[in-house]
T-cell receptor, first 112, second 115 residues
Framework: KQEVTQIPAALSVPEGENLVLNCSFT??????LQWFRQDPGKGLTSLLL?????REQTSGRLNASLDKSSGRSTLYIAASQPGDSATYLC???????????FGKGTKLTVNP | GAVVSQHPSWVICKSGTSVKIECRSL??????MFWYRQFPKQSLMLMAT?????????EQGVEKDKFLINHASLTLSTLTVTSAHPEDSSFYIC???????????FGPGTRLTVL
């Protein structure tokens, strides 16, 4: 059974700092990995999708990497801003299924 | 990106009543949609897979007679919580992949409170 773990559970940083969020999964036979952002009481916003054949994806100040063989992904946020404060979730799909298995998320607070 | 809507965004009901939640894909067709629930400070747990034109597939431990799912068209799936009780109070979110094993897009969620 696939399990997804995110470390740390919470992170507080000053504005402008670069930071890394970690995601690990137990079964390396994934099809893709997706990073989401969730604001309190809201739905999920898709940030980046990495296919299993890819090593990284970039969007603006965000960069996600994938090391499928070791079962790890990182989300790098450059020059953090208070507006980046949210919970960040990673999720994976297994081959042949569209079901997402989620981690518990990392709650990020960026202080002005 | 693709847009998924949910209605209502929040609902308060009395114990014993039924509540229907709609999930719509606004600019794409979705043969499959997914329903999740999220308790406070917890991650999303998949409840069921909604399949257009056929029965939904429920995850282990989810009562199919309590959480009725209907996927009547390629753009609409509904989740009905029957005979709701306070323990059903939660945040319900749907998602849909536009096609194939691709990026999934989520609705804004529905906050259900059962008194």
């Amino acid at each position: 059974k696939q399990e997804v773990t995110q470390i740390p559970a919470a992170l507080s940083v000053p504005e402008g700092e670069n930071l890394v969020l970690n995601c690990s999964f137990t079964d390396s036979a994934i099809y893709n990995l997706q990073w989401f952002r969730q604001d309190p009481g809201k739905g999920l916003t898709s940030l980046l999708l990495i296919q299993s054949s890819q090593r990284e994806q970039t969007s603006g100040r965000l960069n996600a990497s994938l090391d499928k063989s070791s079962g790890r992904s990182t989300l790098y946020i450059a020059a953090s801003q208070p507006g980046d404060s949210a919970t960040y979730l990673c999720a994976v799909t297994q081959g042949g299924s569209e079901k997402l298995v989620f981690g518990k998320g990392t709650k990020l607070t960026v202080n002005p | 990106g693709a847009v998924v809507s949910q209605h209502p965004s929040w609902v308060i009901c009395k114990s014993g009543t039924s509540v229907k939640i709609e999930c719509r894909s606004l600019d794409f067709q979705a043969t499959t949609m997914f329903w999740y629930r999220q308790f406070p400070k917890q991650s999303l747990m998949l409840m069921a897979t909604s399949n257009e034109g056929s029965k939904a597939t429920y995850e282990q431990g989810v009562e199919k007679d309590k959480f009725l799912i209907n996927h009547a068209s390629l753009t609409l799936s509904t989740l009905t919580v029957t005979s709701a009780h306070p323990e059903d109070s939660s945040f319900y979110i749907c998602s849909a992949p536009p096609g194939g094993l691709s990026e999934q897009f989520f609705g804004p969620g529905t906050r259900l409170t059962v008194l």
